[in-house]
């Protein structure tokens, strides 16, 4: 495994689905608990090696490597089972993109035990600092964007290919805010091999964001400025494509009209904005995913965060000068939108 690529070999889903499932979830437990994977890794092996290996039953063995077969991780052949790419990228220890560890403490879920109290008094009784401020971003953020950066790569990649990255657009001068990992930004430094990346984040992020870009053989073409998004200073009208992803909806609305406002200014006249978020409709009802994120997650980590739907995006991206707005489907949960001042 080339550790070193950005594309992935396999589909995230299967992981995904057990994070979310009662009866797949433990399964997947009990096979990382016991060391399944690992006695796999360097061949494949009949059910009888494996339970000797891991001094388990043989018969229960059997239906446990079934099971991970019929879930997607282990491949099955004359009775013999093999880790199929999903489980040596993200279920062997010592992977890059290791992510046995959030089934066992997601902080993907960690907002959903007790919703009851905070729905009626408008938030936790003991609510943690909001992730946008810097403290509490430096302790979130670099746990998240372990996983944020695998389930990410593939759409990121998509995203690169719709804003033209190495194609109709060369030597792109890129400003990543809130970059996290980097993970959007690095698809476009690998498509574009002129192209530059200045990073914004807090500097307990940043240091991660560089090892992203080191990992990935990029880091060469990035620069790095610690700090508050709303607060650091950006040269105007010195970038071509600034990137959004999934930090507006922890702005609200004053903050995210601000910072739009700003990245405007950074622009050059023919710069574009790539926003990517959870977007749900005009009345909020669907699609199920962009509506439950704002409820299970963002109502108990940011201080006036939320949801906002394409339409309304574009309406404030009209009022600092970007009225041309495009949609693009990324193979995500939602798509990407692109303003342009629409003078080409």
């Not at 239906?63 to 879930?71: E, F, G, I, Q």
């Not at 574009?192 to 914004?200: C, G, H, L, Y």
């Not at 009345?283 to 394409?310: H, Q, Y």
Request: a negative charge; aromatic letters at 8%; hydrophobic letters at 40%.
């Amino acid at each position: 495994m080339d550790s070193r690529k950005l594309s992935l070999d396999f589909d995230v889903a299967p992981f995904l689905f057990c994070l979310h499932s009662r009866h797949s979830l433990p399964i997947l437990r009990d096979a990382v608990d016991l060391g399944v994977f690992p006695q796999l890794a360097k061949k494949a092996a009949p059910a009888e090696r494996v339970a000797g290996a891991l001094g388990a039953s043989v018969y229960r063995t059997h239906l446990l490597l079934d099971n991970l077969t019929h879930m997607g991780f282990l491949g099955k052949e004359k009775d013999s089972y093999r880790l199929l790419p999903i489980a040596v990228a993200l279920l062997l220890p010592g992977s890059p993109d290791y992510l046995g560890y959030l089934l066992w403490d997601s902080i993907l879920d960690k907002t959903r035990d007790d919703l009851t109290e905070p729905v009626k008094k408008g938030g936790p009784e003991e609510p943690a600092a909001p992730v946008e401020r810097q403290k509490r971003a430096e302790e979130f953020f670099p746990v998240l964007i372990r996983f944020l950066h695998v389930v990410n790569r593939t759409p990121a990649i998509a995203a690169a290919r719709a804003l033209g990255a190495g194609t109709g657009h060369r030597g792109l001068r890129v400003l990543d805010l809130a970059c996290g990992s980097g993970v959007w930004s690095l698809a476009v430094a690998d498509a574009d091999p002129e192209a530059r990346i200045t990073a914004v984040d807090f500097p307990g992020v940043l240091a991660y964001t560089r090892r992203y870009g080191e990992r990935h053989g990029l880091a060469g073409r990035y620069e790095y400025l610690p700090g508050n998004v709303q607060e650091v200073v950006l040269p105007e009208a010195h970038y071509d494509l600034a990137i959004l992803a999934h930090i507006l909806h922890s702005e609200g609305e004053g903050n995210s009209r601000k910072l739009l406002g700003r990245v405007a200014k950074a622009l050059r006249p023919e710069g574009r904005i790539a926003i990517l978020e959870f977007l749900p409709n005009r009345d909020r009802t669907g699609p199920l995913d962009p509506v439950l994120f704002v409820l299970l997650r963002k109502f108990l980590n940011t201080e006036g965060g939320g949801i906002l739907s394409a339409e309304e995006y574009a309406e404030w991206l009209a009022e600092v000068g970007f009225p041309k707005v495009e949609s693009f489907e990324i193979s995500s949960h939602s798509p990407l939108l692109v303003a342009s001042r629409g003078t080409d």
